[in-house]
């Protein structure tokens, strides 16, 4: 048996990928199930609602859909909550592991009219798989190819009508033909903290633990504008309050369990402290480029810019130029690093 062999990029990727898989599955039992219970990006939420009940009363699939945003702000949720809403299977998979043609035609050829394909981090998938998508998007039906050369011929095998939903963190790394097969596109945005606050105590309510409105304004605040995270770290802060306190998430409770996790005030942890600190101390606050970064970090670059960057580019922490990653005056007075000036004798 041949052992397959990957690069260090290929482990750093398939890490990132299990973190993710872990978060989602803690996190499982708390997703929404219907539009009704979902909380948060209203304008997204009610042109689903709208195209859902469309396609029921034509009693038609829906028209295929595209999810981007950063990780952990519901696309994988709004996914099951559509299959939900229009009554049909869902089937999932992913870029990464769709690595052949043959991948793809054995999931499409099963699926039944009306169902669900769904595809996280579709921007990763290998170019010869995304040219037997096209076919199957646009007119529902795969080519086979037998032979080779002047013995070569085609078979076209027919699909039912079905929805393909694609999430993506990088919506810019899908090519223009793929992208424009999808009839509803939509970004998903950061969450504020209002909404964020009313999905921990939905959560709370679900777990069974008692939180008050400023424990859950806390954890909002320090929640990074995303869900996923939220209710990571409510789970963390309720094993601190049933050992530590009485049960009860309080604001104090609250703070004295996430500084224990080491999140600060604004959310940051100590990943997103060392990225900052690096481009200071190393690159003497920026600009620097993200594959130098990478490999000060030992971090893939897709870590970064996936996970890292969007929150910290958000928050005002970093700026983006034509140079590469530069650190803002706000960095420098979170973290109370005194910016050095910059020697301007004249020689």
Known sequence: MIKKEYSKDDQQQYLLND??????????????????????????????????????????????????????????????????????????SSGPALEKGGDLIGLLTHIERGDIFFIDEIHRIPKIVEEFLYPAMEDFAVDFIFDKGVHARTHRYRLEQFTLIGATTRAGLLSSPLRERFGITRDLDFYNEKDLARIIKRSARIIDISIDDKGAAEIAKRSRGTPRVANRLLKRVRDFAQVKADGIITKDVAIDALILEGIDEFGLGDIDRRFLKTIIFNYKGGPVGIEALSATLQLESDVLIEVIEPYLLKTGFIIRTSQGRKITEKAYKHLNIKKKEEDTTLF
């Open 19 to 92: 973190i993710n898989e872990i978060e989602k599955k803690e996190t499982s039992n708390l997703r929404p199930l219907t539009l009704k219970e979902y909380i948060g990006q209203d304008r997204v939420v009610e042109t689903l609602k709208i195209a859902i009940d469309a396609a029921l009363k034509r009693k038609e699939p829906l028209e295929h859909i595209l999810f981007n945003g950063p990780p952990g702000l519901g696309k994988t949720t709004l996914a099951h909550i559509i299959a939900n809403e229009m009554g049909t299977k869902i089937i999932t």
